[in-house]
């Protein structure tokens, strides 16, 4: 399998501020990414720096085995991004945002874009500052998974939109990898949708990776143990990769095999839970969860 | 092929796909010799990576349920090429054995193990879930 990102000892800081640090990331064609992560973690950065809109200060970060530095010497790289900071002025037209873009885009229906486009109350006159959130991502969302193209990066793509829009959105961007053998690298805060068509989980967090995989590799291996009371527990089965202990919950994320768990019992007050994207979420971030609730 | 996924269980994807597709062998909706769908069609359909489809047709195929025919696709199994009656009983035994040991340990009976795959087997032969 072609690797398309690969991301080595990345760190970057704003003035003295660091975001990132040591962050690895390897990507294949015909993978979706999920990019997890609390506020500030990161993510943003690492979009920046991957789309050539910032250069990274030490590590290294290969594109198609090619250096950035070098591929984003004479072009930024902007095609394919749907992200902050590399936006449309609020000035232009919907029509012209869409007219530059099939020029690079081969065989793009324009007409047929903009019908669906009316579909979601986008109109080509409208004037993209005028369009809401939630129709911008939409629009930028639409547009990115068009063309032709290898690599694809969107930050919460289903920003503002309603369920139904954002089960079409989501299911064209698997869709879109699958057909294209392209990679599409998303972050999102909606756990539930990007749950349904990733392959690759990276869980950012203060500016460190804190967990990278294949979330089917994850779901087969990785249990979450929670003993209650402080029950002593027997660890000698698993390998402990992170845990959280509050007042009267002890919370491991654990790894063993999958047959280790089938027949694993570790008694009444140990329950052992099988990992959702959310309950690795929260157990990674050290986030409780209720101000979600 | 109807395949319900369930992507919040933690039960991986190609498990679940595995569980399905021996479910509905068992229940004669595949009938040995039927054609799976193209591991791009299924991928698809399921919305999943074409990889995770073909993890789970090699373990179908590993578990002889399934047969591949170069260039043809994914067959159901005839149930003769299975195994010998010897090595049939031997698994179906072994099956049993943890079946009864998981139902001791949850404090079930024999009778009411016999109860519930009595129910279980009715399910399947009328093509329910």
């Not at chain 1, 070098?70 to 749907?82: A, D, E, H, M, T």
């Not at chain 1, 579909?119 to 939409?138: F, H, M, N, P, T």
């Not at chain 1, 879109?176 to 599409?184: F, M, V």
């Amino acid at each position: 399998m072609e690797t398309t990102v690969s991301i080595k000892n990345l760190c970057y800081s704003y003035d003295d501020k660091q975001v990132l640090n040591d962050v690895n990331l390897e990507t294949v064609r015909g993978s979706v990414v999920a990019i997890l992560g609390p506020n500030g973690a990161g993510k943003s950065t690492l979009f920046r720096l991957i789309s050539g809109l910032l250069f990274p200060r030490s590590g290294e970060l290969n594109l198609f085995g090619r250096d950035c530095r070098k591929l984003y010497k004479n072009r930024p790289f902007i095609s394919g991004v749907c992200i902050d900071g590399a936006e449309p002025s609020p000035k232009e037209k919907v029509k012209t945002i869409v007219d530059l873009e099939s020029g690079i885009i081969k065989d793009f229906d324009k007409s047929k874009f903009l019908a669906e486009m009316e579909k979601s109350d986008i109109s080509a006159k409208q004037r993209y500052g005028e369009l809401s959130k939630g129709q911008k991502r939409y629009l930028l969302s639409r547009l990115t998974l068009s063309g032709k193209r290898d690599l694809i990066l969107l930050d919460e793509p289903g920003d503002g939109l309603d369920l139904k829009k954002r089960r079409e959105l989501y299911d064209s961007i698997r869709d879109y990898a699958n057909s294209h053998n392209a990679t599409i690298i998303v972050a999102t805060h909606i756990i539930n949708d990007i749950e349904r068509i990733t392959d690759d989980v990276l869980i950012l967090n203060k500016g460190k990776v804190s967990l990278h995989g294949e979330l089917e590799d994850i779901r087969e291996d990785y249990r979450i143990v929670r003993s209650y009371a402080n029950s002593k527990i027997d660890t000698s089965q698993f390998e402990i990769i992170a845990r959280s202990v509050t007042q009267d919950e002890t919370t491991f994320l654990a790894k063993a095999d999958y047959q280790t768990w089938q027949s694993l019992n570790l008694g009444m007050s140990i329950e052992i839970e099988p990992i959702t994207l959310e309950n690795l979420y929260l157990t990674i971030t050290g986030e409780t969860g209720e101000e979600n609730e | 092929m109807h395949i319900r996924l369930n992507h919040n269980s933690g039960e991986p994807i190609y498990r679940q796909i595995i569980e399905q597709v021996k479910y509905l062998v068992a229940s004669g909706d595949l009938s040995p010799g039927s054609k799976l769908p193209s591991i791009r069609g299924l991928a698809e359909k399921l919305k999943v990576n074409p990889r995770t489809i073909v993890k789970a047709y090699d373990e179908l195929k590993a578990g002889q349920v399934v047969v591949m025919r170069q260039g043809q696709g994914v067959f159901v199994a005839e149930p003769e090429q299975f195994c010998s009656e010897t090595i049939r009983r031997e698994k179906i035994a072994d099956l049993s054995r943890r079946l009864l040991a998981e139902a001791a340990r949850l404090g079930a009976s024999t009778v009411e193990v016999l109860e519930i795959f009595k129910e279980e087997s009715e399910k399947i032969k009328s093509g329910d879930k």
